[in-house]
């Protein structure tokens, strides 16, 4: 199984409103990241976890929450988003550590309303 | 990390090989350099890595001159699907936690 899965793949919420992203992998790989990526733009590291602890955050704001809640799982926490924050998410997997070839989901388009 | 520069788009019709050429002047002894391609509304996809001189696989050839300040990611007889953005990335693939960053990116028109 090389592949990795994101749910839901389509999200409407307000600004008000708690919603998470899932992303699941079943490779082995000990690596995990989300990625925004906005249009026509390239994507955007958030977080990086390493052996299910958060090893890079890239100065994302407090609404965005991640968790790992074992090697082969990745939540993204959403709380009161802003409008900005509409863009495809994506969540990839690596055999190690941050260099190693990423394998990408097919992303969370997130509309903010 | 190495920045890369490459050029935003590029246009070719079906059937002729597409060559698109990335920057990295700074790039240092332990890296590599790896090209994914990212279709509309997907995640990217790994295409080829490289060290030095070339590369080939079932997809694409990756070509580094001796001096590895730049690379060039050939598309052998391209086809409408292949239209997709093209990104180059350069770091070492055996550790640290300096993550690998998204360039700009190529897209890749093909026309019939």
């Known amino acids: 199984d090389t592949e990795v899965t994101q749910t839901p793949k389509h999200l409407v919420m307000g600004m008000t409103n708690k919603k998470s992203l899932k992303c699941e992998q079943h490779m082995g790989h000990r690596a995990m990241y989300w990625y925004k990526q906005k249009a026509k733009k390239p994507p955007e590291l958030m977080f990086v976890?390493?052996?299910?602890?958060?090893?890079i955050n890239e100065s994302v704001p407090s609404r965005f929450s991640p968790e790992c809640p074992n090697s082969s799982l990745l939540n993204l926490h959403l709380h009161a988003l802003q409008p900005e924050d509409s863009a495809l998410y994506l969540c990839?997997?690596?055999?190690?550590?941050?260099?190693?070839?990423?394998?990408f989901g097919p992303g969370t388009r997130l509309l903010v309303l | 990390l190495a920045k890369t520069t490459q050029p935003i788009s590029m246009d070719s019709y079906e059937g002729q090989e597409v060559n698109i050429t990335c920057s990295h002047n700074?790039?240092?002894?332990?890296?590599?350099i790896t090209w994914y391609q990212q279709f509309p509304s997907q995640g990217p996809r790994f295409i080829i890595q490289?060290?030095?001189t070339k590369v080939t696989n079932e997809v694409a050839s990756l070509f580094i001159p001796a001096d590895r300040k730049s690379s060039t990611l050939s598309l052998p007889r391209v086809s409408l699907s292949d239209t997709a953005v093209y990104y180059c990335l350069v770091g070492d693939p055996r550790g640290g936690n300096t993550p690998l960053v998204f360039g700009k990116g190529t897209r890749l028109s093909v026309i019939a």
């Open positions: 976890y390493s052996y299910e602890k958060l090893s």
């Open positions: 700074n790039i240092a002894t332990n890296d590599y």
């Open positions: 990839a997997s690596s055999q190690g550590d941050s260099q190693e070839t990423q394998y």
């Open positions: 490289g060290y030095k």
